[in-house]
């Protein structure tokens, strides 16, 4: 296992910097709160509740600390520029690409999704029926973009049906194929009523449609052109290049409490033409803090901008309002887009967030802290269900290490 690792900006193991304990860090980061992270993941580790780890936290424009633990395969320790599936951190990535669009007048946010996908413009609503049964009437008012984005169009995300619809289509047709077929299953409510996410926040796939619709592109090629080029992330992708293979570790799955292996050392997904709008987006820590930064600098890094200032507060901040679940609502949490956001109570939007982030799969935790300009990221090497007790400790662990909470 590697320990604890401070290191200066720019540097990595993998560019053969020497971990050093004496490295540079800001004041408000505690060197005891890094060094609690570290234990984490040793210890989760060591108890095997996971195979491997790699975190992240950072200052700014400065990735101040890079852990890892655990091993990519036999004898090979985990590597700190490790590329591991972001599963619903992804989300960030889609919601971007969205404003982008926004931004160009090419698609706006009250647009019928029915514009792009014609079978949008017929889609009803279940209810229940005096008998106990279900009927079937018109939907109050279209599904918009909005909608999507925030997870409040209604669309069926759970159930037998969905998961037909799933199974027909992912990783085998393509995201517009899967889109269609959603848009015939009866809505659980009527679009902009209620929030909900389902297990794999699938209306973000159908974003992911919509966008590739309007930008004539697929959605790999669109964020290729107009997020991970501009932005110069150089390690994020769909599906992992055959020349990255020795940074992917192995996969594995818990299964009846046991680590199994899921995929060996190196075997990402086959490539397909289904572009995971919810979920499909890989990528190492440093690529990782490169995006994040566009949320702490107003939608631009390094002077290149993607996003207006304006665009970012409107993703920073609560969309959801009342619609928000009750158990957010108390935890003061909302969403926002892409990501979850503090909850407004019912009040106008009033600067920066605590914290902008999300979790993909119960194996990866994007925490982007706009306000402190801080940045923290974890990832492990398992399948879903993953761990989300580990993710939530984590993430007491990185507050209490950037000054933000106490243990």
Not at 43 to 56: K, L, S
Not at 148 to 153: G, R
Not at 155 to 179: I, Q
Not at 388 to 399: K, Y
Request: glycine share 10%.
């Amino acid at each position: 296992m590697i320990g604890a690792v401070v290191l200066l900006a720019g540097a990595s193991l993998s560019d053969g910097a020497t971990p050093s304990a004496q490295a540079t860090r800001p004041e408000r980061f505690s060197a005891a709160g890094i060094d609690s992270i570290q234990a984490l993941l040793d210890d989760a580790v060591g108890e095997q509740r996971i195979p491997a780890a790699v975190a992240m936290l950072a200052d700014d424009d400065e990735i101040v600390w890079t852990g890892t633990a655990g091993t990519m395969t036999t004898d090979v320790p985990m590597r700190d520029d490790a590329i591991l599936p972001l599963a619903s951190v992804g989300k960030m990535f889609t919601a971007t690409a969205a404003m982008i669009l926004v931004e160009r007048g090419v698609i706006s946010l009250d647009d019928p999704v029915s514009d792009y996908i014609p079978e949008f413009a017929r889609v009803q609503v279940g209810v229940s029926d005096p008998s106990g049964g279900v009927a079937l009437v018109p939907a109050a008012t279209p599904i918009t973009v909005h909608h999507l984005l925030t997870h409040t169009s209604g669309l069926t995300v759970t159930g037998d049906d969905f998961w037909d619809v799933w199974d027909r289509h992912v990783a085998k047709t393509t995201t517009t194929e899967f889109a269609r077929d959603l848009a015939l299953l009866p809505l659980h409510s009527h679009p902009g009523a209620t929030y909900r996410y389902g297990q794999t926040g699938a209306a973000y796939e159908v974003l992911g449609a919509v966008i590739e619709i309007a930008s004539g592109l697929t959605l790999e090629a669109f964020m290729q052109q107009n997020i991970f080029e501009p932005l110069e992330l150089e390690d994020t992708y769909f599906y992992l290049p055959a020349e990255q293979a020795a940074r992917l570790p192995e996969i594995y799955r818990r299964v009846d409490g046991t680590l199994e292996l899921d995929r060996a050392y190196g075997e990402d997904f086959s490539r397909s033409t289904f572009f995971h709008g919810g979920g499909g987006v890989r990528s190492a820590p440093v690529d990782i803090h490169r995006f994040a930064r566009l949320f702490l600098d107003g939608g631009a890094v390094d002077g290149v901008r993607l996003l207006e200032t304006a665009t970012v507060a409107m993703m920073l901040s609560d969309q959801l309002g009342p619609v928000a679940p009750a158990r957010w609502q108390e935890a003061g949490q909302s969403w926002g887009f892409g990501a979850m956001v503090a909850y407004s109570g019912g009040r106008p939007h009033e600067g920066l967030p605590d914290v902008y982030g999300w979790v993909g799969g119960g194996f990866a935790k994007l925490l982007i802290y706009p306000r402190h300009r801080s940045v923290a990221y974890i990832n492990f090497p398992v399948t879903p269900p993953g761990d989300n007790d580990l993710l939530g400790e984590f993430e007491n662990r990185a507050g209490a290490a950037l000054g933000l909470t106490t243990q």
